[in-house]
């Protein structure tokens, strides 16, 4: 058993087929990368893996546990953390402050601090939120507004706003999106620090080839909704259906 296991996932938005008899095992404390051409599904499984959709048939489970029908902040509660395509930050306040709002968790709508284990002062989530900048190597930069910072500067601090909250699974849409392939390789090397520090599992949606086979122990490919292959990256380079469904000559 996977932390993260996917069983018989259908979905339709309509009359497409998103989705069709999806199943997956992501096991404990790997990297799983899921791939697929344009329209593949890749996007509905992961908005089915944080409960924002829920799909016709089948189940997720995370640790045991259903994330179906759960709200954002219990989906967070559990361990599951995500990066979105799109650095989710808000650009109008500096890194630090940025920091300190996945710290606190909203509750009848107030903002109250979260208990995480024993700390219970706004002062020691500050100091937890400036260890994790140094760990991603932006505390020199925790007073600087997010908004005049490089793509890859605002990637790496929204890892940081994920990995503050200790998740068991982080999940990652396109994390080197638009990314110069300076920032791309910057990127992986934190995320394989990330890996050698913590006991977490991460499983990532992304086209670049290149970011896939650094990082990834296992990958599924997806094609029209349904998976196609899952086996190593070594497998996958040279299997001729992924090569032609997804990967072509140049793989």
């Known amino acids: 058993m996977g932390i993260l296991e996917v069983k018989d996932v259908n979905k339709r938005f309509g009359g497409l087929k998103a989705l069709s008899d999806v199943n997956l095992s992501v096991a404990e404390n790997t990297v799983h990368a899921i791939i697929g051409p344009n329209g593949a599904g890749k996007s509905t499984l992961l908005n089915c893996l944080v409960g924002k959709l829920i799909p016709d048939t089948g189940s997720v489970m995370f640790d045991g546990q259903s994330v179906l029908g759960r709200k954002p902040y219990e989906i967070t509660q559990m361990g599951i953390s995500r990066v979105f395509q799109t650095p989710e930050i808000f650009g109008d306040l500096t890194v630090m402050e940025n920091m300190m709002i996945p710290l ?3 509750r009848d709508g107030a903002y109250r601090l979260r ?3 024993s700390v219970d002062s706004e002062a020691e989530l500050r100091s937890r939120a400036e260890a994790m900048l140094e760990d991603v190597k932006m505390l020199d930069k925790r007073n600087m507004h997010s908004a005049s910072m490089s793509r890859g500067d605002k990637r790496r601090l929204e890892m940081a706003m994920c990995l503050v909250q200790e998740p068991r699974l982080l999940l990652l849409d396109e994390p080197t999106a638009g990314m110069a392939r300076a920032d791309t390789n910057n990127t992986i090397d934190l995320l394989k620090e990330i890996k050698e520090k913590r006991d977490i599992t991460m499983a990532i949606i992304e086209h670049d080839m290149h970011v896939v086979f650094s990082l990834a122990d296992r990958i599924t490919v997806l094609a029209q909704g349904t998976p196609l292959v899952e086996d190593s990256p070594e497998n996958i ?15």
């Open 237 to 251: 380079k040279g299997h001729p259906k992924v090569r032609e469904a997804y990967l072509g000559e140049a793989a």
């Open 104 to 106: 606190f968790a909203r």
């Open 115 to 117: 208990a995480f284990r």
